[in-house]
């Protein structure tokens, strides 16, 4: 995620770092080469005047219009989903820390709510995992005991096995006669709570939009922003490579950006920031535990992963 | 569900399996020949020219761009639900997977809540062959005693049938002293969802768009498509057929995707892979209950169902 | 409702059964008519040619397009949530009638439940009577002893006052040690959400959308359409009735399906079925029951009410 | 709110009571007395001919669109929530009404309950009052016993104090033994809901839309408007002052209603129908409390408050 | 917040506070100036015609549309958002501070529940300088005991660490036995709503609308702005400085807008009131407590912070 402060109106309109015009120049340097061609040929193709005119353009455009306004605001849907389902992460381990103290009789000296709180961190750190893919290994042998971590390494699921591992430790707390049923299926539906949200982001990593919207899309885009120089070429001169340029743009970076964020747990520029919300929550359950806080990692530059 | 990778922008617009572009040829080649037709005749039909200008396409865009972006996402929000409520089945399986170790006092090894997991997986199965008209008796029967799969083989609604047998073994549990009240009705609980889920799945299964719109729509878009050449011949020339299909293959490819991710729970390329869905919450519930995993299906070709 | 199976997209060009066409025959004969008078005046009303071309009719549409896209949002938002309503009707029931035999120890052939169940349908039965403002008293005193159905039948809102007998059904079972209050506070909520329902209808049935925005709409749609022929009559001749019907049948009848499925419980073709959704909900009950299930009716024709 | 039988469309275009035309009267005559000028000025000011024609206005138009657009779902979405708490209010006091029977053991004969049951309804009213800005006092003290009308009569969060109120009733029937823990949670959750209900209503009351969005947005519609006759009186002419007097009709208007539901707890034409919700509220609830129910008001006219 | 009274239509055209205009006047004027420039040369650059004409600015408008309209509805979204988190912390902290006498058994002249309520509104403030990135020890230190003041102010979440406060008070309850497992939990319950509201709060303050987003509509809406002088100067001639400012005005004004509640919880002019939420919220909990109301600020001007 790009953290970047306000800028003045003007600075703004010339920022490269943060901007997706890095990653088309190609595109739109193909396409700048192919308008002067058409300016220097006055839009005619093996002597063939292309009788293009920016009539059918508008037409087209509406189609476009449609087309991007629906995928982006699919695509920022998802992205803003994926961040409400870490915002949930963060929520509700919080509230079972908390809990963990509040509602069992555990004092903040005990060994075992420190457990469960490790629990809940690990169980952050393997969900991010899982989401893009990584080796959970390391952060699992960091924070848990040798045969539990080893347990957990081998499972496909491993933030669900944790829940499981948590609601084992419950069990236990009310097989000892320290919490009831009631303070139980507190615990569970929390539980449940975390088991929606592993849920929710793996429906989120593992459903796109549907591919057929994406191939039609892109072929809407490309193919307008190719044939735009032959319309315009006869009212513009020399002026449409410039024109045609930032509008092509406009629309293919809108794409991009939308592709982009589609996958918000990815670690492009405009993905989400798992790895600071991991840290964030794991300091803030220690701090709910009483532990000392690590230090804070300076932050550098404008991108956090 | 078709998933492929993250193909380069320039190969993606020449994609092939994955759009709807072969079902929609027919269609297009008609519309192609008969531009070429009009070209021909210079847009006169019977010696009559036609007199069909570009203004009232713009007019007609507008409603065309209204009916299409509105059919899109009432269609897209119908996908999304459906996928959203098969998520929600795999969360809750999950939770009362877990909870029929944990606040039943049973172990990893006791025949009782594994039998429990076996229903929660049929369940799931079922679920799919109702929403897909197919025949559940062949999942019943692999998965559950001879006499309950019989039961259940011969109900209207099994789902809702089996949900009515796990009420039962939470009721047996309780009746033998294994749990009490506060327990049962988090048991309950999660039924009422699992329920509600099979609601919700009917709900859009058995309520389409109101036909009255789709017919509307299909007009709309079809007529402008076939209207269109008479309408740029005058000012587009030979070219008239290229961009006509162009312009027409964005609409009509449009409505067809809206059309068929419409009903989500069917088997068309861009609808939900129930079966893999299935398969996947079999395999987390096995782990959950200490089961060995299926072996994974290798995954051939780019199309899941 | 409308219920027909998917069409050839050639075919579906000419349905006429399930389109709002036949209904805005008149209209559109009426737009005919006057169309081909202007044509026959080339444009001119009283000898004064009216001067009016598409220009202001693009500025026009913008506001035209707005309107119809606010009103239909809203109007489909009203069917879905009608729709939605009905869903959670029968998720409820189905999770009280089983509940009705998990929780309280009585067994499939035990009169108590039965009659619960029975509440339950006569609930769904009178609350599609007070939708649809007919007489709920030949359902109630089919299926609830003489004295009850009496009582209800008095009483203005029955749905309301069902819920109550039910709450005094559970009140009873408590009362005889049955159930605990644990138990007793499980169906009350499932109650609770019953009457979210009943007022979630009454709601939709009682507030239509503001009357000044339908009155505005249905202005700005009827002038457009007709002063259409006058700004089109030079441009297109002979052609202008066809196309200015064309285009006035897509607005119309936009607004008209929109008029239609705003009041989503009424009884026009593309209203919800309630009836069709009252039996199902009885049959999936008796079911659940164990009671034989009523025949299902044959389906004879389009439309289901 | 205004409640209007559907009326036939070819009527319906000169409704006049309901629409909001009779107050924008003013405007727009002054707007046609402009244009005339204009026309006969054949669109010179002070000799300069302005140079305006239909393409600014295009351009225009479009972020014209996209503030009413905006402007008018949000204040949608305020009126629609503003109706669906009110649904709730209506939805909870007939659950907490049933509840006040069936989980304490009174019977409807016992005064207890009724005295809830008047709180449940003064609630309702002193609700309405404090959006309205009204004088509570006199709903009070004619449903209340008097010095408990006194003591709330002077409180700022008059519906907040009789939720408090509520929860002493309930906490006198705990204390009594009457109910045991779990149904004064049932009921302290129910009073939770009125308590969120209250705060949404006052959220929705304290909170316009950005006031500079609304600045912006009127003085658009309005140069909009005013500026419209230069640029369409050389290709309308005489025609023009009616052309632009209806567009501007269609602009303004949407934006009066927009203006006019964006505080849809005040007395305006198209505002929510407090009063009688009140009433409807008070009726249902004495129904299930077994009382005797007010006489029906005879409703008069179109417009309920 | 800018709060004022409903002036008359044609007044409000002519506001200055409250509406964005004087921000943006320096970036207005340098585009006049240009404007004029661009006049008095014709249009031409370095003796160079630019050859721009509308056609282009209507393809461009449709992207800026676009971008605008999606920009706008994020934002306010955001906005309404974080006004219904407030709303929420308004609700919850009621219905704990009605709790605290109705579920414990404590009066109101009792010294506990008061404490519990002086936490409530001290949370309040907490989360209010958290947000703001403000100093919050001093207001801990006016309402809480200097030592429990001391602990939270060196932390880093305070307003979960005073969560985690309020669940010992409500844990020493139970230990003294004046509430069961049931009322804590429903404690515990309202402290994890708390929960939730503090993480989403922090959500909308630490995630900004993808950076890229903002880049691309910034460049697009100010390019547009300054090419179109060149693109009307041909058909508007003298008049197009004042059309082009006012075109401008609009697109850059709607920006601008967005770019200020894009982050509801800062102190610009449409941000949200927090300190004035907060006054009320400790207003309306001494009320439920029975505490003397603080003197109400006389609210002088028109903006609240």
Redesign the interface.
């Known amino acids: 995620?790009?953290?970047?402060k306000k800028e003045h109106?003007f600075r703004?309109?010339f920022?490269w770092h943060?901007?997706?015009l890095p990653r088309l120049l190609p595109?739109l340097g193909l396409l700048l080469v192919l308008s002067i061609i058409i300016v220097y040929l006055h839009g005619s193709l093996f002597s063939f005047k292309?009788?293009?005119?920016?009539?059918?353009?508008?037409?087209?455009?509406?189609?476009?219009?449609?087309?991007?306004?629906?995928r982006?605001?699919?695509s920022?849907d998802r992205?803003w989903e994926g961040?409400?389902l870490w915002?949930?992460v963060?929520?509700?381990t919080?509230?079972l820390a908390?809990?963990a103290?509040?509602?069992t009789?555990y004092e903040i000296a005990d060994q075992e709510p420190q457990y469960f709180v490790q629990l809940l961190i690990t169980f952050t750190y393997s969900l991010k995992h899982q989401l893009r893919g990584t080796d959970a290994r390391a952060d699992l042998h960091q924070r848990l005991p040798a045969d539990l971590a080893s347990r957990i390494g081998v499972?496909?699921?491993k933030p669900?096995?944790l829940?499981?591992e948590m609601?084992?430790w419950?069990?236990t707390l009310k097989a000892q006669g320290k919490?009831?049923?009631?303070?139980?299926?507190?615990f569970?539906?929390?539980?449940?709570k975390l088991?929606?949200i592993?849920?929710?982001c793996?429906?989120i990593a593992s459903?796109?939009i549907?591919?057929?919207?994406r191939?039609?899309l892109?072929?809407?885009v490309?193919?307008y922003c190719f044939m735009l120089p032959f319309g315009?070429v006869d009212?513009?001169?020399?002026?449409t490579p410039f024109?045609v340029v930032?509008?092509a743009y406009?629309?293919v970076?809108?794409e991009a950006?939308a592709d982009?964020?589609e996958e918000p747990f990815g670690t492009e520029?405009?993905d989400?920031a798992l790895n600071a919300m991991c840290r964030m929550i794991e300091?803030?359950l220690l701090?709910?535990a009483g532990q000392p806080?690590p230090e804070v990692k300076e932050f550098e530059g404008r991108i956090i992963d």
């Open positions: 995620m790009i953290i970047r109106w703004m309109l920022i943060g901007s997706v595109r292309v009788p293009l005119n920016p009539a059918p353009f508008t037409l087209f455009g509406l189609a476009l219009a449609l087309f991007l306004g629906f982006n605001n699919a920022y992205f961040r409400k915002g949930a963060l929520n509700d919080r509230s908390r809990q103290f509040t509602t009789g499972t496909r699921y669900i096995m829940l499981s609601g084992n419950v069990r919490i009831d049923s009631i303070i139980q299926v507190a569970e539906e929390s539980f449940n088991s929606d592993v849920g929710g793996e429906r459903t796109p549907p591919y057929s919207y191939v039609l892109h072929r809407t490309y193919l315009l009212s513009l001169g020399w002026l024109i930032f509008i406009t629309f970076a809108f950006i982009e964020i520029d405009n989400l300091t803030t701090e709910i806080l």
